[in-house]
């Protein structure tokens, strides 16, 4: 069975300091793969989502950027993190050419201060 | 307009009680809908998914969609404490697109 793992699960990080989010999805091959930043009580915002490796499409300018280094693996990183940049990060993959359905991992909580 | 539109709540009901969740769309082109939900502090998981117009059951679940009126509705029977949760309705035909959430709290 497939299975998707994100970690990690909480961070506190300084405004200014760089920033690494991994997600790794298991029992599956070329997935669609997404990076959503979800705010306290809104919805989910798509950040960034990837069709194969080496290929990011953008959907928010920001101050973040995503890489897919490997089939399975998909990362979301910063240079240097700003207040804005708090929230719940969740990864999330899909069957190519699915009819949308998303399967998430458990969310990285990101605190920065 | 919003492209999705859905009742913000929060929503306190007793157990046992009917509960009625609801989401607009403007965008036609929609093929799936979707209800999600999501535990506190947890990623969304798929509850319900459709793709035609009419009801779905699944247990205590029922979802409704009227592609004419453009609306879901996602009902739940002899509701529970443990269905307390955030519920996320969501559409897709091309990027999944989701509704603000409704925070559902069911009191024993």
């Known amino acids: 069975s497939q299975t998707i793992h994100q970690w990690p699960a909480t961070l506190v990080q300084p405004v200014g300091s760089p920033l690494s989010l991994e997600c790794t999805v298991e029992?599956?091959?070329?997935?669609?793969l997404y990076w959503y930043r979800q705010a306290a009580g809104r919805g989910l915002q798509l950040l960034f989502y990837?069709?194969?490796?080496?290929?990011i499409s953008s959907e928010v300018p920001q101050n973040l950027s995503a890489s897919r280094p490997q089939d399975r693996q998909f990362i979301l990183s910063s240079k240097k993190l700003l207040l804005s940049d708090s929230g719940f990060y969740l990864c999330?993959?899909?069957?190519?050419?699915?009819?949308?359905?998303?399967?998430f991992g458990e969310g990285s909580r990101l605190t920065v201060l | 307009q919003k492209e999705v539109e859905q009742d913000p709540g929060p929503l306190s009901v007793p157990e046992g009680a009917i509960v009625s969740l609801n989401c607009t769309y403007s965008?036609?082109?929609?093929?799936?809908f979707m209800w999600y939900r999501q535990y506190s502090r947890k990623g969304p998981e798929l509850l319900m998914y459709t793709y035609s117009s009419g009801n779905k059951e699944d247990g205590r679940f029922t979802a409704q969609v009227d592609k004419s009126s453009k609306y879901i509705s996602l009902f739940i029977r002899d509701s529970q404490p443990s269905d307390s949760a955030t519920y996320l309705c969501?559409?897709?035909?091309?990027?999944?697109?989701f509704g603000q959430g409704t925070e559902l709290s069911v009191k024993p």
């Open positions: 965008n036609s082109a929609f093929q799936y």
């Open positions: 969501a559409f897709g035909g091309g990027k999944l697109i």
């Open positions: 990837s069709v194969g490796i080496g290929q």
């Open positions: 999330a993959w899909s069957l190519a050419g699915a009819g949308g359905e998303l399967f």
């Open positions: 029992g599956t091959s070329n997935p669609n």
